[in-house]
């Protein structure tokens, strides 16, 4: 195992003091975990709080800015934040006007993020949450009941904080976040394993010809493992499957404006990124849709893992709006 560390014990406060020292726009609470804006909650404001395993880098810390996030919560690599983390976060963020907690669909961060909120009312302080499961890949995968929680978090994110920013209140903000994931459907696939520092071998092994398709952000397995095809094959893969589970009424026709991110897994240069965006777009294109915005690059990732996923969502008039909205975060910024 190679890796840029000092030890593994240490990774992720080791990251942490890194992150502190690189965006003062940020302050980073190293012992407890948290990750938040600077200058404390903004009054009369929706605060929100996301978080997860380490990782998975920029999510959630790196969206942490005006608006997108008020707080993360990074746990240890792969391993869910604890409800202390996440109750110290609400805390930090309450404005008065409630905190809404954004969960990817992850057995141990619904648990935490669900008792970290019966802990804040404890406290007074109103908390909403929504769960993110955008994945069609599998239905139930080994840290999850029900499809994971994967790209869509990124656009849950941006649409509800720039919807915060503009002091809607927290059932507008929460609804918003809801639609936003209905809207979107997400596919991934790998070409590697990753590596655990704690673990120090692969989570997985692939042949040099295999590929795992519909992988988790974990490393969890996918539909099934195949040889490796063309870019063009892999986004038809991909789209077929986020159109399939379309065509079974879940409301999300690929014919419309849509919001498109092909998202590396962390270890695929970006020249292959742009090579499998101008697949997807040729595909879609293909079924009368239309991208209307897109990101292309590493913004939900596994630690190395070499592959990417597609993440498409419906826009609509207002969810086009609050996209286009400012925001200032040290992975995404735009607009001011």
């Keep these: 195992m190679k890796k840029l560390i000092n030890s593994v ?22 012992e407890n975990k948290v990750i938040t804006r600077a200058g404390g909650p903004t009054p009369g404001k929706v605060g929100l709080v996301s978080g997860g395993g380490s990782g998975h880098e920029p999510l959630h810390g790196g969206f942490v800015g005006y608006g997108m996030l008020d707080a993360a919560c990074p746990g240890e690599v792969f391993t869910s934040p604890v409800p202390d983390q996440m109750l110290l976060a609400t805390k930090a963020v309450s404005g008065g006007a409630g905190v809404l907690h954004i969960v990817k669909n992850y057995t141990g961060d619904v ?10 009312d404890d406290e007074d302080i ?5 769960v993110i499961d955008d994945d069609v890949a599998v239905q139930d995968s080994l840290y999850t009941a029900g499809r994971r929680g994967v790209g869509a978090t990124v656009f849950v994110e941006k649409i509800a904080g720039a919807l915060a920013e ?11 976040a809801r639609e936003v994931n209905e809207r979107s459907r997400s596919f991934g696939v790998a070409l590697s394993s990753c590596i655990v520092p704690a673990a120090g071998k692969p989570t997985f092994e692939l042949g040099d010809s295999e590929i795992e398709l519909g ?10 493992r195949g040889p490796m095809r063309p870019a063009s094959e892999l986004a038809a893969v991909a789209l077929d499957a986020i159109a399939a589970d379309s065509e079974a009424g879940t409301g999300l026709p690929l014919d419309g404006e849509l919001l498109v991110m092909v998202n590396g897994m962390g270890g695929t240069p970006l020249i292959e990124l742009y090579v499998m965006y101008e697949e997807v777009a040729r595909n879609i294109a293909a ?11 590493n913004y939900i990732t596994s630690l ?15 969810l086009t709006r609050l996209w286009d909205a400012p925001v200032d975060t040290p992975a995404l910024r735009w607009g001011r």
Excluded: K, W, Y
């Design 9 to 30: 014990d240490s990774v992720v406060t080791d990251a942490l003091r890194g992150v502190a020292a690189a965006h003062p726009s940020l302050t980073v609470d190293v």
């Design 111 to 120: 648990l935490n993020f669900q008792l970290a909120a019966e802990l804040a």
């Design 126 to 130: 109103e908390v909403a949450s929504v």
């Design 166 to 176: 503009e002091g809607a209140s927290l059932d507008a903000v929460a609804a918003v």
């Design 215 to 224: 992988i988790g952000i974990h490393g969890e397995p996918g539909r099934t």
């Design 287 to 297: 079924r009368g849709g239309r991208i209307a915005r897109n990101l292309v690059g």
């Design 304 to 318: 190395e893992m070499q592959g990417f996923s597609v993440t498409v969502c419906g826009l609509t008039d207002q």
